[in-house]
């Protein structure tokens, strides 16, 4: 068993994200992979078989970008974080015992993984995680909001507006919900102020 990277060529970038502002680039990605070497078919041919993807798809052309790396790393993390608990927490399992064992083993060296990805991906000071982390926290209060990456100050008014009426307490919405809505338009007008800066 051993970590290789997928790379892969998609379209061109025709709209930005938070993280990716390359407007007119041909995207081209990688992404960790798990592999092992095994033998199909009467004729034995050998081929990789995938075991696992430890990791999202990186585009190359935010590699160097802080914003792009603290982004990759964090979901990376997560994305080890819920194979351990499915692996070793209390809750309901699909998988067989057999990739238990080889998931368990891939858990056990972790720590070795990461620092074979982060020889592809350098993986982002603790200044960066702070600043940029703060900024990754923002996106999920704008999914709340109903907005995508890049908007105005006018376009987050107005779905302020049209989300606070369906959440206010007084048109039958729940109070915990309005609040949490209010909470997000501010988180959203601060990110609106750093956009420039951050971009």
């Known amino acids: 068993m051993y970590l290789r990277w997928k790379k892969k060529t998609h379209g061109v970038v025709s709209e930005a994200t938070l993280v990716c502002t390359h ?43 802080a914003l792009g790396r603290v982004a990759w790393w964090t979901a990376t993390e997560q ?13 309901p399992s699909d998988l067989d015992d057999a990739s238990k064992e080889v998931y368990a083993e891939i858990l056990e060296d972790q720590g070795f993984w990461f620092d074979r990805m982060a020889e592809m991906i350098c993986q982002p000071t603790r200044r960066e995680r702070i600043l940029f982390g703060k900024v990754l926290r923002r996106c999920l209060h704008i999914d709340d909001l109903g907005l995508q990456w890049p908007f105005t100050e006018k376009d987050l008014k107005a779905a302020w507006r049209r989300v606070a009426l369906e959440a206010h307490p007084d048109r039958g919405g729940n109070h915990h919900d309005f609040i949490r809505i209010k909470e997000s338009y501010e988180e959203a007008l601060s990110l609106l102020g750093s956009s420039v800066r951050v971009a």
């Open 23 to 65: 407007l007119g680039q041909q995207i081209v990605s990688i992404t960790p992979v798990f592999v092992v070497s095994a033998r199909t078919g009467a004729s034995g041919t050998p081929r990789q078989q995938t075991i696992w993807r430890p990791g999202g798809a990186m585009r190359l052309c935010c590699l160097g970008g």
């Open 79 to 91: 994305k080890w974080d819920a194979l351990q608990e499915e692996i070793h927490g209390d809750g």
